[in-house]
């Protein structure tokens, strides 16, 4: 059902009639017969010429930018409705007001909550980000939703940044791989999906602003791939420019980004969009590949697509071949998502599929980080007590987090799993330890709880306060916030029993991970979290989770705090507007960093412990006409069913330019009963041995020798083979 917020008092009442009027798009009434821009069985871009044909210079300026905070204008007599977009990658956020960030207090506008992006990175499942694209998309259809603003791709590249949580980690391969399955899910049902935010977005600090300096190999090997593969591969329908500049541009009118890269080399034939408010000169945006034009709280007439654009039309500033192919990409994503006929699917909302797929992503998730004397999974049959601690065993963090929050129709918290899971044979205890703003005897009462029960379960972590995983400010620190270290301390030392789950992203972890044998990191597990946490608690689900991003044993063996305030978070020179970030690890990110100069991560990249165990073996490189495939065997050594992620790293040997000691170049999860095993294979392209040459404008693949590294970790790659290049070659 579409809505029509309450008209902000500028709207004129003609409009509102044929607002009203436009919003159930189908043939245009009077005698001619069903136009062939509506007819879904013609070529889309022979209906875009048809429809083009038809619009004023009015209409299609119209069509350029918002008319309200998550809307573009209907052109009535044409049978064009009011689009309608919505954030984000967790899920159909709940209706905001026209012009302002305030909720519309709409009671009909819950929906499912996805765990975070982060979460599903972990799961390192591609079909799964299809499933959750595919319910994504069913419920935007039936909020009547036209084009959801997701997913996120920016990379991790300071484990300070306020959005990680809703991003796919460090690694473009596994990031853009992700989010291809994410997009073709969501597309399926006739919604354009948004990948976000095009491109270096890497940090909140300054994010309006700041200025991204960083060299071309980097630019092109680490922080456009994930991009890529979503428009490449993914097909995805419209990109959001970021809000700061790269290289002295604004990312939404960024001539580079936008027409050289995105337009010109990767061939894009959507649409792209501005981040909200991103857009700051009318002849960039007009010149530099800017197609529609999103914000609030302003009189939509003065967005620069708007008024400045039709006076610049009327002057000759502009061209109108410049307008008309804004126009067209605008129209393609509309006819591709059968916007125009009426062959649009309908959609569902919050089905039990839909949360059939919440559950499968946290279940998958979920990272295995430690199990001494494997106490996990916990025997229930053998438990008389358990004792529940932490504040997050009861916070709700699905509607937090800023634009990607989600009015949940219900979120299960981990107390509330464990509870129902537990059953009536064991007392559940509950402390909540800690709270914002401290409170010593709600530590002493944890303490006491926990030394009088058998087992303790503490949950951790971080939330979505600003200031810890939150759009709009960046972490100040990777503390571990509220005490909680000491009261860790505390608790393991009353019973050393403690199981640990850690909530949101990484956190240094202080003196009591030692003693404490089991840790587990749940990220924000959407909706369905605690009924997961449960299943995994109790080993009903054996948890498959791989980290997504390299967790630092401090700060400072990071990357981005390697090279002082210049690296991040940016500085202002004394005359500038604005700051600069340079970017000086370059290639060097998350684990590319850590292997290529020899620092322990406290926990690495690709890790993630099983109830079970995997043996690897058999490596044969086998040489295919496009390439090499590796073949390999795993087995499941243990005495429960369980999936391993196999991930394969190239190492180049004897490299002629700077590379990382190794680099991701495939993947494939394993589903294995025990005892069995499977010949897997992963094919490799010269694309996989390449890096970018700025000189020569190209990707080069040089001859030589590179080893193939398997295994289930950055850090843990039994196999190795060498593979030979034989010649050099230029990729496109
Ligand atoms: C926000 C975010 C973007 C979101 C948009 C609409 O500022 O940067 O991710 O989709 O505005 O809410």
Known sequence: MKRIPAAPLWLSAVTLLSLTAATRPGPVRGAEPTPLYQDATQPVE???????????????????????????????????????????????????????WSNAGHTDDFSTAMPAG???????????????GSAIGQEARLRGKDIMLGPGVNILRTPLCGRNFEYLGEDPLLSGTMAAGYVRGAQAQDIASCVKHFALNDQEYERDSINVEVDERTLREIYLPAFQ??????????????????????????????????????????????????????????????????????????????KPYRDGLQTGEFGLAGLDEKVRRNLRVMIATHVLDAQRKPGSLNTAAHQAVARHVVE???????????????????????????????????????????????????????????????????????????????????VAAAKSAEVVIYFGGLNHDKG???????????????????????????????????????????????????????????????????GVLFGDVNPSGKLPATFPKKLSDSPAHTFGPEAYPGVKGPNASNGTVTYAEGLLVGYRWFDTKNVAPLFPFGFGLSYTTFAYSQLKLVPTETGVTAEFTIKNTGSVAGAEVAQLYVHPEKPGVLRPEKELKG???VWLQPGEQKTVTLS?????????????????????????????????????????????????
């Not at 350029?64 to 409705?81: C, E, N, Q, V």
Request: glycine share 10%; aromatic share 8%; proline share 4%.
């Open 46 to 100: 022979a209906r875009v010429d048809d429809l083009i044909g038809r619009l004023t210079l009015e209409e299609k300026i119209s069509l350029l930018h918002a008319d309200s905070k998550f809307t573009t204008a209907a052109i009535p007599r044409l049978g064009i409705p009011r689009r309608w977009l919505s954030d984000g990658p967790h899920g159909v956020r709940e209706d905001v007001g026209p012009d302002t």
């Open 118 to 132: 982060i979460c599903l990175a972990a799961t390192w499942n591609p079909e799964l980000g299809f499933s959750e």
């Open 229 to 306: 593969t979503v428009v490449q591969s993914g097909g995805v329908w419209t990109v959001m420019g970021a809000y700061n500049q790269f290289r002295g541009q604004h990312c939404c009118h960024n001539d580079y980004l936008l027409n050289t890269i995105l337009k010109g080399e990767w061939g894009f034939q959507g649409l792209v969009m501005s981040d909200w408010a991103g857009v700051h000169d009318t002849k960039e945006a007009v010149l530099n590949g800017l197609d529609l034009e999103m914000g609030t709280e302003r009189k939509y007439d003065t967005f620069y697509l708007a």
């Open 364 to 446: 998958e998730g979920i990272v295995l980080l430690k199990n001494a004397g494997h106490i996990l999974p916990l025997d229930l049959a053998k438990l008389q007590s358990i004792a529940v601690i932490g504040e997050n065993a009861t916070r709700l963090h699905a509607h937090g987090g800023d634009s990607s929050g989600i009015k949940a129709f219900y979120e299960i918290t981990p107390l509330e799993g464990i509870v129902k899971r537990a059953g009536s044979k064991v007392n559940v205890v509950y402390s909540e330890g800690y709270r914002k703003g401290g409170d010593a005897t709600l530590a002493e009462r944890a």
């Open 468 to 534: 810890f995983d939150c759009e709009g400010a960046d972490r100040k620190d990777l503390q571990l916030p509220y005490g909680q270290d000491e009261l860790l301390e505390k608790i393991v030392a009353a019973n050393p029993r403690t199981i640990v789950v850690l909530e949101g992203t990484m956190v240094e972890m202080g003196a009591w991970l030692e003693p404490v044998p089991a840790l587990l990191q749940a990220w924000y597990p959407g909706m369905e979290g605690g009924s997961a946490l449960a």
């Open 667 to 669: 993947f494939k999860k």
């Open 684 to 732: 490799l392209t010269p694309q996989a041995f390449a890096f970018y040459s700025p000189e020569q404008k190209s990707w080069v693949a040089q001859s030589g020798a590179y080893q193939i590294l398997l295994g289930g970790s950055s850090r843990d790659l039994p196999l190795q083979a060498e593979y030979q290049l034989a010649r050099t070659q230029l990729l496109k």
